[in-house]
């Protein structure tokens, strides 16, 4: 048997939707009705992972990030196709398919379909996933939105997974649930259901709060100003890199913390932090939308510079 056929037979036992057909097709068929959200985010080994990374951790970081997307618009997962470059480790291919039935079932995502290609030898892994979901009757919401005298809040915790890269590349130190924050992100579907009914805007932090904040209030026409010391770090987080404003800006900049970003009006406050019970994360409002454009920061009221990065930004 061929490395491509034995992994698709590995994949074969995990796609057991029906519209999955065996994935002896070319094409899956999935009945659906109603407002329907497709998300397709790809991953590149040195861009989007380490080649030290866990393959099981692999597969969990490309089902999670696409089913972040989903999350922020409030939709229920449905389906994914996945694409797959084989570059000659059969070791490493059979733990990813291992993780990512794992990821598949802890998220009930069926797999519907794909593709697999071979990859020069000397060429990164890339690997690539459509998630589809069906979006709230209250409809999806959009980046854009937001409204002066909406409030910004955020799900969860952020600059873990920033400070996890960094242990993972060996250089800094610090607890293993750090690194795990990095390599196996959560995916904020249940507080996100919950939430899109009641925001005006929503998005998830992929790239850093900081710059994505900025990019929903510029996709929304309005400013948005930032209170640093509202933003929420996890325990782990203050024990290793501190409390101060320098280790707040570290966090609010760094990427791939997958929580969600949320403008709404002040009077849904109750209603927010109820769905947060709910959904046992914490959500701690970390600014106001104005009028106007572009994004400022400040610390108990004193106006900072922004940093010179505000998040993780693709080279053009």
Known sequence: MTREADFIARLRAIATHPAARGLADDAAVLPLSGEIVLTHDMLVEGV???PTDPPGDVAWKLVAVNLSDLAAKGARPIGALMGYGFTGDPGWDAAFAEGLAQALT????PLLGGDTVAMPA????????????QAPASGAPSRAGARPGDRLWVTGSVGDAGIGLAIARGRASGPAVLIERYRRPAPRLDIGAA???LAHAMADISDGLLIDAA??????????EIAL??????????ATAGDGREARIAAASAGDDYELLIAAPV?????????AEQAGLPISPVGTFTAG?????????EPLPLPTRLGFEHDG
Request: hydrophobic fraction near 50%; charge should be positive.
């Open 48 to 50: 989007h992972f380490l």
């Open 122 to 133: 000397t060429a990164p892994r890339t690997l690539g996933l459509t998630a589809i979901g």
């Open 106 to 109: 802890t998220f009930g995502l």
């Open 267 to 275: 009077e849904a406050e109750e209603a927010i932090r109820a769905a």
């Open 195 to 197: 939430l899109a009914p």
């Open 215 to 224: 990019r929903m209030a510029a996709a929304s026409g309005v400013a948005i």
């Open 293 to 301: 454009a572009g994004i400022r920061l400040n610390d108990r009221g």
């Open 229 to 238: 010391e509202a933003i929420p770090l996890s325990p782990a987080l203050r």
